[in-house]
T-cell receptor
Framework: DARVTQTPRHKVTEMGQEVTMRCQPILGHNTVFWYRQTMMQGLELLAYFRNRAPLDDSGMPKDRFSAEMPDATLATLKIQPSEPRDSAVYFC??????????FGSGTRLTVV | QKEVEQDPGPLSVPEGAIVSLNCTYSNSAFQYFMWYRQYSRKGPELLMYTYSSGNKEDGRFTAQVDKSSKYISLFIRDSQPSDSATYLCATSRPGNTPLVFGKGTRLSVIA
């Protein structure tokens, strides 16, 4: 089964440190999404790319978050500097049509 | 008002019961409707999708969409303990656009 691979699975870091999360989308999928999941807000869109071009990153705090897709096999989400309120599960998803997307297992981030 | 509203539950039912999960949405531009299932500490997995109003059946699961009332439902027949998970409704506009999710309903099926 094709799957979306996210690394690391877990990350504990101190406030102020840089955090980088990585995602390998499914080969052939041209659209990649980053979502954040918290108990309070549920799943929220942070950013997404189509054919590696950023289409919307309005869900991200611009001063500290950045998302890139350096090639078709890698998407990255960086937080610098990290804050305790960034603690959440970050999901990457990929797809190629409107009939649902495949999610990775997520990166569980804890900022202390 | 959030674009997609979903009762978070939790919902607890005995094994074998029929489960009804529901969402409402506010934007008529949404044309694609999905249900995802999420087990604890896992990513959401696509359970069912539909494009039009009406019913779609897959085994014990039936998805129902009523665009006139902007109402989305998922029915689970003969529920099993393995169905215990959080169920998320999602919708999107045409054109391979981002999914907008409900907050999810946590379901427990008790043996």
């Amino acid at each position: 089964d094709a799957r979306v691979t996210q690394t690391p699975r877990h990350k504990v870091t101190e406030m102020g440190q840089e955090v980088t999360m990585r995602c390998q989308p499914i080969l052939g999928h041209n659209t990649v999404f980053w979502y954040r999941q918290t108990m309070m807000q549920g799943l929220e869109l942070l950013a997404y790319f189509r054919n590696r071009a950023p289409l919307d990153d309005s869900g991200m705090p611009k001063d500290r978050f950045s998302a890139e897709m350096p090639d078709a096999t890698l998407a990255t989400l960086k937080i610098q500097p990290s804050e305790p309120r960034d603690s959440a599960v970050y999901f990457c998803a990929s797809g190629h049509d409107s009939y649902g997307y495949t999610f990775g297992s997520g990166t569980r981030l804890t900022v202390v | 008002q959030k674009e997609v509203e979903q009762d978070p539950g939790p919902l607890s039912v005995p094994e074998g019961a029929i489960v009804s999960l529901n969402c409402t949405y506010s934007n008529s531009a949404f044309q694609y409707f999905m249900w995802y299932r999420q087990y604890s500490r896992k990513g959401p997995e696509l359970l069912m999708y539909t494009y039009s109003s009406g019913n779609k059946e897959d085994g014990r699961f039936t998805a129902q969409v009523d665009k006139s009332s902007k109402y989305i439902s998922l029915f689970i027949r003969d529920s099993q303990p393995s169905d215990s998970a959080t169920y998320l409704c999602a919708t999107s506009r045409p054109g391979n656009t981002p999914l907008v999710f409900g907050k999810g309903t946590r379901l427990s099926v008790i043996a």
